[in-house]
């Protein structure tokens, strides 16, 4: 039997607006360009390709199931301006066939430079998961699939407030050079993680099969690749062919892969619909889908994913190039995270403060901040070229990585200037 895990990731960023050395405006975002993106993917993905999420859910009676994170960045933008695909999101969470995992609210780095910021966007990413869905996460899956030993060891130790483990397992992506000769169709776990937040049963690992799941992401409408054009019946027996070598697929994308990544002309919608019953009919019914936590909860781990240095999803390396590739991205990641500090500070005596003016203006500070440090912003300041130029460039706002630098920094310097006088109000 194969089981399928089928996961999207569904984000979008705050954009910054174009902000001059000269600015002294506190308002940096681009609401108008972020409305007309959000707007733009809800109508080629998110609404088309959550109801048919539901009508497969339907139509198979629950046997299709799937899996979403949902940042919270991208669900304070549904909330404003895209109202119809929450909404859906809502009906796919009432089928009791989706499960929604947990992150960062802002889609951050935060692992990598503070702890603390990481356990509060964590905690504040599940509490939002909880008012809109009803659910508890109980699977984690860190920004951009950046995951190591250190990172399960942390994330195994989260403790929910009765004192039981917090998370049952992670997702991360299946690394040839860390699987070594196995195969990602197995249940893992991290080396010195204890138990889960499954009773009797570690913490463990559901690897990204990346060969498969990039099938669909990235070489479905390519008409040189030697297996377009990609038929349900074609995929379906590729997935039947991990029996006998492992009981999970996971295919895990973006879920604008649907309609946007892919366009609707190429075929993916109906690829889509038709993927299910192929998968199910394969050998006799033989095979099934999963959720993440379902497949944790079946499937016992076989051995070790030891992984010292940090890995991730992005680009062929799958390490950290793509944010913390070049001095532009370090400089401005290091001096994003030591703000947070006097940011923080500057927040908590606001709140003291009993001024609801000052209240108010503490509240933005950190919210500002906490926007400047998602991923996507050190994203477009990546140099990389070639294979990866065209994935870097796809939403990017900036005509070079250098333009994306020079802005992100006259931003983050118009915030220490806020928080400085903070400071003496």
């Known amino acids: 039997m194969a089981s399928v895990v089928f996961y999207f990731q ?17 308002f940096y975002f681009d609401d108008a360009a972020n409305r ?18 539901l009508d497969l859910i339907k139509r198979h009676k629950g046997k299709f199931r799937v899996a979403y994170s949902l940042t919270g960045l991208v669900l304070d933008q549904l909330e404003r301006w895209s109202p119809e695909a929450l909404d859906l999101f809502r009906e796919l969470a009432d089928t009791g066939c989706v499960e929604f995992l947990g992150e960062t609210y802002h889609h951050s780095l935060a692992f990598l430079y503070s702890r603390e910021e990481f ?30 030993n250190d990172m399960a060891h942390f994330v195994a130790e989260m403790r929910s407030e009765d004192g039981t483990p917090r998370w ?42 990346y060969r498969l799941s ?83 909860d079946r499937y016992d781990p076989v051995g070790e994913y030891d992984c010292p240095h940090m890995i991730s999803w992005a680009d062929t390396e799958r390490d950290l190039s793509a944010w913390l590739g070049n001095a532009m991205q370090s400089n401005a990641l290091t001096e994003a995270f030591k703000l947070e500090r006097l940011v923080k500070a500057s927040w908590r005596e606001g709140m ?12 933005q500070l950190l919210n500002d901040w906490r926007r400047l440090t998602t991923s996507d912003h050190f994203y477009y300041m990546c140099t990389k070229y070639f294979a990866d130029g065209d994935v870097h460039r796809y939403f990017n706002p900036y005509d070079s990585p250098y333009d994306s630098y020079i802005n992100f920094m006259n931003v983050l310097d118009n915030l220490r200037t806020r928080v400085e006088q903070a400071a003496y109000v």
């Not at 003291?352 to 509240?363: F, I, Q, Y």
């Open 36 to 53: 007309a993106i959000l707007e733009k993917v809800s109508a080629k993905c998110y609404v088309p390709a959550t109801r048919l999420m």
């Open 119 to 148: 356990v509060e966007q964590v905690r504040m990413h599940t509490q939002r998961i909880q008012d809109l869905f009803g659910q508890t996460p109980r699977v984690f899956r860190n920004t951009e699939f950046t995951y190591n």
């Open 352 to 363: 003291d403060s009993g001024d609801p003016a000052r209240v108010e203006h503490s509240v």
């Open 10 to 26: 569904v984000h979008q960023p705050y954009r910054l607006r174009r902000y001059s050395v000269f600015d002294a405006d506190p």
């Open 168 to 209: 049952k397992g992670a997702l991360a992506e299946g690394v040839d050079r860390v699987l070594e000769y196995r195969s990602p169709n197995y249940v893992y776990r991290p080396p010195c993680t204890g138990e889960g937040a499954t009773k009797g049963r570690p913490f463990a690992l559901l690897l990204k099969n």
């Open 214 to 296: 990039d099938d669909i992401a990235f070489r479905f409408s390519n008409r040189d690749w030697a297996e377009w054009p990609l038929t349900p019946e074609k995929f379906a027996k590729w997935i039947h062919q991990i029996n006998g070598d492992g009981y999970v697929c996971n295919l895990f994308m973006d879920y604008e892969t649907l309609g946007e990544h892919q366009w609707a002309d190429t075929g993916i919608f109906d690829f889509m619909e038709r993927l299910p019953e192929a998968v199910l009919k394969m050998g006799k019914g033989q095979n099934e889908f999963l959720m993440p936590s379902e497949a944790l």
